[in-house]
């Protein structure tokens, strides 16, 4: 199996994507290599079948979107290096975050600094065509992080026909429809995170109708239903990602980042930067609620993105402050993360894409 992983290349010694081979025996990565020079490709997906890898461009961190784009790469299956087949810009500055069409007919962008989404098209090689965009208004509550809209995350239905938007500026998850013939988003509703919890990642259960979200900004996970006919969530709880012995990190500096859910969905995982750790949780199967189990020491600093594996038998962390990858596996009845002992390292790595 092989791994493809975003990074940050602004102040650090990355060079752009870097590729590594995984073992699904034994958790072990090889020592990665340099895939294709980019700047700032942080968030990395693939698609269905494993040929081709899309990646933001995150090139522009002002509040103009001078720069920022979407490529597409492809996969040489023999040895993992990449090819680029197309970009395109996105008028929205910043593209932080990528989630696909089950078909592959668009990837959506998520735009932190510019605050909006951008739709982008795909031709039938899987190519980007001219984006189209939506831009978010408002604020909320923290003083810095919080004075305008932040996308985070874009995440699609399973059948495609919605996109889903967490804000962290505005303290909103926006839901679009979406229309590909011609492209267009249309927003249907809205749901409103508690002032200054930050909403950044989510992540569907596999039936679709649960999602969980991620509060960055005050450490907590949401589970909401989803009505996919209406487009609209509703709140079922919200905990903390901490137990009680983990705690805050000393300094200060703790936030949340990332989140997944198990193939089998019975568990869920999210990451903690500052604690430097990845939360377990159990879902219930019947309520959709969730009962944090563990926080497991992802061996680095500041885990900013993971990733389990298809068949939900590995998770990889990426420490971005540490420059480092740690796998776990992950128990198949309790949902528990073993360290394998196994790591790799990348200069500043920020997401993990698995391709078969």
């Known amino acids: 199996m092989r791994m493809f992983i975003g990074t940050y290349t602004d102040e650090s010694s990355s060079e752009g994507i870097y590729r590594c081979d995984f073992d699904a025996r034994s958790g072990e990565m090889s020592e990665c290599s340099l895939a294709h020079a980019a700047d700032n490709p942080a968030y990395v997906l693939g698609n269905g079948d494993g040929t081709i890898l899309y990646a933001v461009n995150e090139r522009n961190l002002t509040d103009a979107p001078e720069d920022a784009a979407v490529r597409a790469y492809a996969i040489d299956r023999a040895d993992g290096s990449l090819s680029l ?12 975050h990528l989630g696909m069409a089950p078909d592959q007919r668009a990837v959506f962008a998520a735009c932190y600094q510019g605050g909006g989404v951008a739709m982008v098209p795909l031709d039938a090689n899987g190519a980007p065509q001219p984006s189209i965009s939506v831009a978010h208004v408002g604020s909320s509550v923290h003083p810095e992080r919080q004075t305008s809209p932040h996308a985070h995350s874009a995440n699609v239905t399973t059948d495609g026909s919605r996109l889903i938007v967490a804000d962290l500026g505005i303290d909103k998850t926006l839901v679009y429809a979406v229309s590909y013939d011609p492209p267009g988003l249309t927003e249907l509703s809205s749901i409103s995170s508690s002032p200054g919890a930050g909403p950044r990642h989510l992540a569907f259960a596999p039936r679709g109708d649960r999602a969980y979200l991620m ?25 903390s990602t901490l137990t009680a012995e983990s705690g805050h990190s000393a300094d200060g500096v703790n936030s949340t980042a990332d989140v997944h859910v198990h193939p089998s969905g019975r568990f869920a995982y999210s990451s903690n930067r500052g604690p430097d750790s990845i939360s377990v949780y159990a879902i219930d199967e019947k309520s959709g609620n969730l009962t944090l189990l563990a926080n497991e020491p992802t061996r680095g600093s500041t885990p900013r993105g993971f990733r389990l594996t298809a068949d939900g038998r590995w998770l990889v962390a990426a420490n971005e402050a540490s420059d480092t990858l740690y796998s776990f596996a992950v128990g198949a009845d309790t949902g528990a993360l073993t360290a394998t002992g196994h790591h790799t390292q990348v200069p500043m790595p920020a997401s993990v894409a698995f391709v078969a």
């Open 85 to 96: 087949i197309g970009e395109q810009p996105v008028d929205i500055a910043g593209p932080c």
């Open 215 to 239: 509060g960055e900004l005050n450490m907590t996970i949401t589970a909401l239903s989803f009505e996919a006919t209406s487009g609209t969530f509703a709140a079922l709880q919200t905990i």
